[in-house]
Every structure is written in structure tokens, then in C-alpha cells.
């Protein structure tokens, strides 16, 4: 059976391109940049390139990227590292929707202090401008609000916030996870101060991130140990991992446009026609500020888990904000921020494209989707025939 | 991805009995959408007294729908009182076990199962109405019905009371009650005791104390209040003197008195001291902060 992959938002496939460029660095050129031999020295030239290809994408200067683990660990290290850079200033700003990757981290600031303040979201899942406005202070130390939301595809003014937070003397960080690659960037031209990208999430291997800092914003690095990443990034460097999403970067740049408008396409018919075929749904997020790959679909009455499953039957991969795909007992925190009603939240399926999907994968979700929420509505007891 | 047996997945598949009986005999339905499950389950009895006909109607996962068919399937044949004394551990052994976090379910068949018979033998007038007080606000669950889950499934730890009835799993502001419940039960079989509750014996200095009371409000306080859409912030210690200050909800609500006086008062001279007294710091509560809705 063929695999069906919409579920990007989750992980992405390796390009085939990317493979191939890092392939010798595990048997041949497998050197340790830092060493003084030419054998291990001349991987740092791949390195450099890498943070080129890196900055061109983002279009800001390459001693501007940083080099981590995973998106995780780039919000993490923003978070933590502006924070102890910046120590008189005890209040931080974020929403109620982010990724837990960085709502965990300022949770636990509050247990160290500091004053966590999490603005709203609209039933669009839309920011409050005003809010934020009202919010900022001269206790403000740092911002940090998501790009682009995961589940829902929401797409935040973040030039906009950027600059109103920077203009009052705050720190503005953004976990731009999963809308690099799929959203122009101009770093050069913005007024963010720190930016987390992860590879995985744009074909380049598990196993990378980039925390972009802007020139001359203070930050105490996360890990301690080495000169690499000129002492902001110790630990040797995942060197295929680096060099992959470098190549990726690239291969983003070169076709941004032109894919992600192919995307939308196959995106909208999907959302269209399942809309059409499938009655009480609703799709939840701004349709007009939207990640161009993603849908967020709630089918009333039913249970996210159930439909997971007998999608999993034809092969297709997706994925829901039920409480049972979680592990936990509670709904996605961010459809619940949205004010969605539980008998939405519950049954909420996620489909995330990428330029890897075919109109032909679309129609065959088209096809295997109805009858499956048919029956499922047919065991349901809040359904009356 | 959860681990499912083969025979759940089949009954998941290929549920057995899906729909209602007509002119049913008894009817149970418990659960509800904002729980994230719920079943209605009905049967007929034959001449003999023994379930003819059973059928259900579920709203959940794969391991809800598939729990109600297998229990559907199970207790055709049974006379009541047969019925009545199946446990939620047979309908799980009978699908070949279920997954920790899905326990719940198989609760779920029974309580349907019982909900039913009681709605029988009341004539199908009388509405199940579950005994005890209510423990966990968040997913309703009470105090008998915790103590059922534990006795029967021979649980030691909050965490499996959790999978087995959802107590325990929204906000988490009931796990100490819940602790206390299983203690009650199984005694000495609870060896480790996981929340910490370091009331220390001896004079605190002003350091250790002022600590001991921050930890206290992370770790005892402060998750209750956050699942209503409040949070507390600790503004100074000034002797025995504890000033605090509420946020969001807990800011506008009508109860803070009670809230400040009954929570934050109690936990704290529960594990920190017993001089403790709390005073709001009604400055800093003027101004709006966290979590407006």
C-alpha cells in the first residue's frame, strides 16, 4: 500500500538532494572540523557554506546563525539566554498558543520569578495587537510568539510585533519552526532579534536547528564546553546534520515561491472538497493569514483517534488535536485557547502537504474521507438520524 | 501510536452491535463530548431473564469503540446478576489487555453496563446517579469511584488511578486527595511516596522559609489555580506574614476570599508552617495581568 504523507507539520521526508550532499560526510569525510589536520579542517569550509546557505534563506548575515540540536533547543536557548543577559527585567510576554517548546519554558520561569503573561487568541486564533500594547512595559525583558502556529497554520503579524516590541526596549524572539520554507523571510529588514528554525521540518535531516541572533543582542549561551559557534553553541558539530540543511535551505530559496503555490492549490481542493462531501465541519484558524501547506478540520460528534486509525488503513498520515492522540486527557491547548466548543475540539484532524504531494494522493483522500466520517458518525450517540 | 491487540482492532474495525434496542429494557448512558467519550449502551432481556439483545452507540477512540463492542458481545446470554458482577479488568483481559492510558474505557463498559441494570431495576425511571463526592472537577469522577478503580485493579499510584478513571488528569489540583484515597486502601503496599511533602521539623531560617513557601506555591498551589484560568504571584514574606497577589480570573473572581483562605492558607501551613497567615496584595491585583479572558 502506498504511504500518503500529510503530515509535514509533524516531520518532512529528506530531500533526495540533501542525501546526497552529505553522504560522503559519514565514511569518507567524517573529520572533526575543529581539528588542525587538513583532513579535519576542510569539513569547516562545509560548515561555512552551510551557514551561508542558511543566512540567504533568511537573508541575514551568516555570523548571525547559530548552529543547535533541534528547533527545541533554539527556543530554549533564546528564551534562557536572553533572559540571564538581561537580569533586572522580570516579565515575559507570550500567547496561549505556542508550541510547547516554549509555553513549558516560560512556565517554569514563573517558578523562578518572573512574571509570565500569556496573551489570547480570537476564535480565528488572531492575537490581540492592542493587548500586547497594553501589556508591554518597562518590566518587559523579552517577547516570544510563535511565527506561524503548528495545528492550525496561523500565521502571526510578526513584523508588525516585532517592531512594537523591539521600539519599547523588549527582547523579540520567534519560533518560526514552521514557517521557514514556506513564508519569505527579510531578517535584514526586520526587527526580530531571535529566530528558531528546525531542519527536519524543511526535508533536511532530524537532528538540527538554527537559532538565528541578531548582531549585538546580548544572549549566555545554553551549552558550555567548546568554541564552537564562537562560544555560543559548544559541542562538536552535527556536521551532515548542518550540512543538510544548509543544502536544504537552498533547495527552499531557489523554489519558495513557485512550490508553495502549487502547495496552496492541492491544499485547497483538499479543504474544499472535504467540506463539501462532509456535512457539520468547520475549519479552524484564519483562512487569511494561513501557512500555505496546512488545514486544521474539525468533524463534530466524532473522535479525532477513531479517524486517525481508519485513515491509517488506506495509508494516509495526518494528524489530530483529539485529548486520545495526546496521551493527556485534555484537548489541544490551542483549539482550546480558540474558544473551539469540545464536540469540535475532539474531533480535529490536522493535514499538512508539502511540495512532495500529488493531486492524485489529494483525490484519494478526497475519496477514502467521507465514508469513514459516516461511520464513525453512525457509532457516534450525539448524532440523531 | 498506541499499542492496540489484534482483537481490539478488529472490534474497532468491525464494531458488533452498533445502534440501539428497540423498546430497550434498560438503557445506560454515561460520559460526555467534553470528556472526550461517552457511551449508550441498551439491552432486552429474553423470557428467562438473561440479556437477548445488547447494542451501543459510543463517541471516542479506537479503544472506546472497541471496548463497547467486545462488552456488547460479552454480556448476551448473562442474567443480570451475571452481568452485574463484571469488572472493568474482564472486559479489558478479554480484548487481551488495553494500553495503561486507555484503562479508562474499559471503566467506561462497566459503568454503562451498571448504569443500565440500575436503570432496569428502577423501572427505567430512576437516573444513574453515581455515589460519593465529587473528587476531580475536572472529569467529575467521585470518591467511590476512585476507591472502586483501585480496589479492583489493585492500584498504588496516582498516575494509574488516572489511566483507569481520568482523576487526576485535567489539572491535576485533586492527585493529593486522590493520594490520600489510595493510602486509605492499600496502606502499606504504597511505598514511595511521590509528592513531596517536606514540612521540616525544626526552625526554618528566613531563606529556607521563604523558599519552602515559593516551592509550596509552584508545586501546590499554583496548578490548581492555572486550570481556571488564574495564577498567584508571591509579592514579600514579612514575618509569619505572606503576602500574595492573584492574577487573571482568580483576580476578578467574586470567591478569591474564600479561594486565598481555604487553598493558599491551608497549603501553606500544611508544608511550610502552621504561624503562616496570607494577606492579598490588593495594589498590584488592580492592575489587569495574566490570562484575561
Known amino acids: 500500500m502506498k504511504t500518503v504523507y500529510f503530515d509535514n507539520n509533524a516531520t518532512t521526508k529528506v530531500a533526495e538532494e540533501v542525501l546526497e550532499e552529505i553522504r560522503p560526510l559519514f565514511c569518507e569525510l567524517y573529520g572533526n572540523p575543529s581539528s588542525m589536520h587538513t583532513f579535519g579542517g576542510q569539513i569547516g569550509r562545509r560548515i561555512r557554506q552551510a551557514r551561508e546557505q542558511v543566512a540567504d534563506l533568511l537573508g541575514c548575515d551568516p555570523s548571525e546563525i547559530v548552529f543547535t540540536g533541534c528547533g527545541t533547543e533554539s527556543d530554549n536557548t533564546a528564551i534562557k539566554g536572553a533572559l540571564a543577559a538581561a537580569p533586572n527585567r522580570r516579565t515575559v510576554i507570550t500567547t496561549r498558543v505556542e508550541h510547547p517548546a516554549v509555553l513549558a519554558v516560560c512556565r517554569e520561569l514563573e ?14 486564533g488572531r492575537l490581540d495587537m492592542a493587548e500586547l500594547e497594553e501589556q508591554l512595559d518597562d518590566d518587559t525583558v523579552l517577547v516570544t510568539i510563535m511565527y506561524a502556529n503548528n495545528e492550525t497554520g496561523v500565521v502571526f503579524p510578526i513584523e508588525n510585533i516585532a517592531e512594537l516590541v523591539t521600539s519599547k526596549g523588549a527582547i523579540f524572539h520567534t519560533d518560526a519552526v514552521q514557517a521557514v520554507g514556506k513564508i519569505p523571510l527579510n531578517l535584514s529588514k526586520s526587527n526580530i532579534d531571535l529566530l528558531s528554525l528546525s531542519g527536519h521540518k524543511l526535508h533536511a535531516p532530524k537532528g538540527v536547528g538554527v537559532l538565528y ?53 492541492l491544499r485547497d481542493k483538499l479543504e474544499k472538497k472535504i467540506l463539501q462531501k462532509c456535512p457539520d465541519c468547520r475549519i479552524n484558524g484564519d483562512p487569511d493569514n494561513r501557512l500555505p501547506n496546512t488545514t486544521n478540520i474539525s468533524f463534530e460528534y466524532i473522535e479525532g483517534e477513531a479517524i486517525l486509525l481508519m485513515l491509517d488503513k488506506y495509508g494516509i498520515c495526518a494528524s489530530s488535536g483529539s ?38 494522493e489529494v483525490d484519494y483522500t478526497i475519496e477514502k474521507l467521507p465514508p469513514i466520517i459516516n461511520q464513525l458518525r453512525e457509532l457516534s450517540p450525539f448524532v440523531m438520524k | 501510536m498506541w499499542e492496540y491487540t489484534e482483537k481490539l482492532k478488529d472490534h474497532f474495525f468491525n464494531p458488533r452491535n452498533v445502534g440501539e434496542v428497540e423498546n430497550p429494557d434498560g438503557i445506560g448512558e454515561v460520559g460526555s463530548l467534553a470528556c472526550g467519550d461517552a457511551l449508550k449502551l441498551t439491552f432486552k432481556l429474553d423470557k428467562k431473564g438473561k440479556i437477548a439483545e445488547a447494542k451501543f452507540k459510543t463517541f471516542g477512540c479506537a479503544s472506546a469503540i472497541g ?49 443500565a441494570i ?19 472537577t475536572c472529569f467529575g469522577v467521585t470518591d ?14 496516582v498516575e494509574e488511578v488516572t489511566n483507569y478513571c481520568k482523576a487526576g488528569g485535567g489539572c491535576g489540583g485533586c492527585q493529593g486527595e486522590i493520594e490520600k484515597i489510595i493510602e486509605k486502601i492499600q496502606g502499606d503496599k504504597v511505598k514511595e511516596v511521590s509528592v513531596p511533602a517536606p514540612r521540616r521539623t525544626g526552625k526554618l531560617t528566613n531563606i529556607q522559609k521563604i523558599q519552602l513557601i515559593q516551592q509550596t506555591i509552584n508545586e501546590q498551589i499554583r496548578p490548581a489555580l492555572r486550570a481556571h484560568g488564574g495564577n498567584i504571584e508571591l509579592i514579600d514574606v514579612e514575618g509569619d506574614k505572606v503576602i500574595v497577589a492573584f492574577r487573571g480570573m482568580c483576580a476578578q473572581c467574586k470567591l ?37 479572558e
Do not use: W
Open chain 2, 144 to 157: 467511590k469511584e476512585i476507591e472502586r478503580v483501585v480496589i479492583e485493579n489493585d492500584l498504588t499510584t
Open chain 2, 256 to 292: 478569591t476570599e474564600f479561594t486565598m483562605k481555604d487553598v493558599v492558607e491551608a497549603k501553606l501551613r500544611e508544608f511550610v508552617s502552621k504561624e503562616l497567615f496570607v494577606e492579598e496584595d490588593k495594589e498590584s491585583a488592580q492592575e489587569p495581568h495574566n490570562h484575561r
Open chain 2, 67 to 115: 471496548t463497547s463492542s467486545v462488552l456488547t458481545e460479552m454480556i448476551k446470554g448473562l442474567t443480570l446478576d451475571e452481568a452485574a458482577k463484571l469488572t472493568n479488568k474482564d472486559i479489558a483481559d478479554y480484548l487481551g489487555g488495553l494500553p495503561e492510558q486507555k484503562m479508562h474505557c474499559s471503566v467506561m463498559g462497566r459503568e454503562a453496563l451498571e448504569a
Open chain 1, 111 to 124: 517558578n523562578h520569578g518572573y512574571t509570565v503573561i500569556e496573551l489570547n487568541v480570537d476564535r480565528q
Open chain 1, 213 to 265: 541572533v541578531r548582531k549585538g543582542t546580548r544572549l549566555s549561551p545554553f551549552m558550555l564546553g567548546g568554541h564552537q559557534e564562537a562560544g555560543r553553541r559548544a559541542g562538536t558539530e552535527n556536521v551532515p546534520g548542518i550540512v543538510g540543511l544548509g543544502k536544504a535551505c537552498e533547495l527552499a530559496a531557489e523554489n519558495l515561491e513557485a512550490e508553495n503555490s502549487k502547495v496552496k492549490a
Open chain 2, 118 to 136: 440500575e436503570n432496569y431495576q428502577g423501572g427505567g425511571k430512576k437516573k444513574h446517579e453515581l455515589g460519593g463526592t465529587v473528587v476531580c
Open chain 1, 323 to 360: 485529548a486520545c492522540t495526546s496521551g493527556s486527557l485534555e484537548p489541544s491547548h490551542v483549539l482550546r485557547a480558540m474558544g473551539v466548543p469540545f464536540t469540535a475540539a475532539h474531533g480535529s484532524i490536522r493535514f499538512s502537504l508539502s511540495r512532495y504531494n500529488t493531486e492524485e
